[in-house]
Every structure is written in C-alpha cells, then in structure tokens.
C-alpha cells in the first residue's frame, strides 16, 4: 500500500470549500488509494486555521482512519531544531521538521502540500528532497 506524508495546508484546504485549494485537494483525496501519515504538530496546524466546529468533524474524520499520526521521539528533537536553524531565512516551522523527520525514518518521500515553495528548499540528510503529490 502506497503512503505519502500530509502538510496542514492540504488538510485545512479539505474543509473549507472557499479555500482556494480546496478544489484540487478534494480531487486528489478522491482518487488516492493509501495510507497517509502525519504528526501531531501538524495536526495542531491545522486545528489552529479551523473553526472550532470544524475541528471537531476533522479529528473524526482523521481519528477513523483518515490520516495515521507518527508520533515524535524524543531523539527527534535535536534533528528538528538542527533543521529549523539551518532553514531559519524560510523560516521553518515544527510542523515541517516533523514531516522531514518522518521522512528520513521511514523513507517516505511524497507529501501532500501546498507549501511548495519550503518543501522545494527543504533537504534529507541524503540530499534528497521530498516529492509534492499535488
């Protein structure tokens, strides 16, 4: 089974049809066959930028199997912080250097985003950046 890893802007985009992404993401959603994986400071993102009712419908349909939440180590940290000081001119949030850092555990290099910008800039300690879906 094929898994990708998701940004917040993607989710956010899903439950706001006068998002101007939401069109585009909601048509990818419908024909992905997968898992798709994300962290908790994502998901934190995400809630942020969401109506406290639509947070609600959101972690439903994230807790139902929408989404898998790889949870942080705490080996993590120093890797994340490492990475946000190297791309502090973008800047980059926590939320990107978890999925960075999912990246690099699991090799899972596609990700749904619509920062394509960061995520263009952004480097694995192999060099290899990881592949927008969208």
Known sequence: MRSILVDAGPLIAMQDRSDKNYRQVKRFLEQF???M???WPVLAEACHFLPER???SFLRWAASGGLSVVELHETALS???AWKE???DLPMDLADASLLWVAQQTGIT???TIDLRDFAA???PNGKALVPVL
């Open 33 to 35: 066959r997968g898992r």
């Open 37 to 39: 994986l994300t962290t």
């Open 54 to 56: 639509t947070q609600i």
């Open 79 to 81: 890797e994340i912080a």
């Open 86 to 88: 190297k791309y502090h």
């Open 110 to 112: 596609d990700i749904l």
């Open 122 to 124: 952004y480097r694995l």
